[in-house]
């Protein structure tokens, strides 16, 4: 099977298309699994984060 130009790039496309999805899942699935929501909690209540919510003046 030669591969010449347009059939690099087909397969490239669909290989990239499939390669985001499946990260896009994957972090989707990491943000909302039940053991890491004590450190994303953790995370929210810093107090660097209450700093920058004070307007600036």
């Not at 030669?2 to 985001?20: A, N, Q, R």
């Amino acid at each position: 099977m030669p591969f010449d130009h347009e059939t690099i790039v087909g397969f490239s496309k669909s290989f990239g298309l499939f390669y985001l999805v499946a990260l896009s899942i994957i972090a989707l699935v990491w943000t909302y699994w039940p053991s890491n929501k004590k450190g994303f909690d953790e995370a929210a209540k810093m107090p660097i984060l209450e700093e920058e919510d004070r307007p600036w003046r």
